[in-house]
């Protein structure tokens, strides 16, 4: 390995589709473990499958409807 490298001409990853930001959010249990179960039935892990999901509502562009009754 060399003791110092050079990147003034280096490249951006052309691969890497979208950044990512890492947050911290609360969510219920029952949530949590909604999604855990979703991800040992489908071997993705549990914040891949809440991120696809909350991606797929972005994409879609879901309203939320609350109904307080």
Known sequence: MKAE???S???????VKREKKQVTI????CVIDYFK???SRTGIPY???INLY???CVEK????VMDWK
């Not at 001409?9 to 691969?15: E, Q, R, V």
């Open 5 to 7: 490298y050079d990147f």
């Open 9 to 15: 001409n280096a490249k951006k990853n052309p691969y």
């Open 26 to 29: 609360n969510l219920d249990c």
């Open 37 to 39: 179960e979703k991800a």
């Open 47 to 49: 914040q891949v499958l």
């Open 54 to 56: 909350l991606g797929d």
């Open 61 to 64: 562009k879901r309203e939320l």
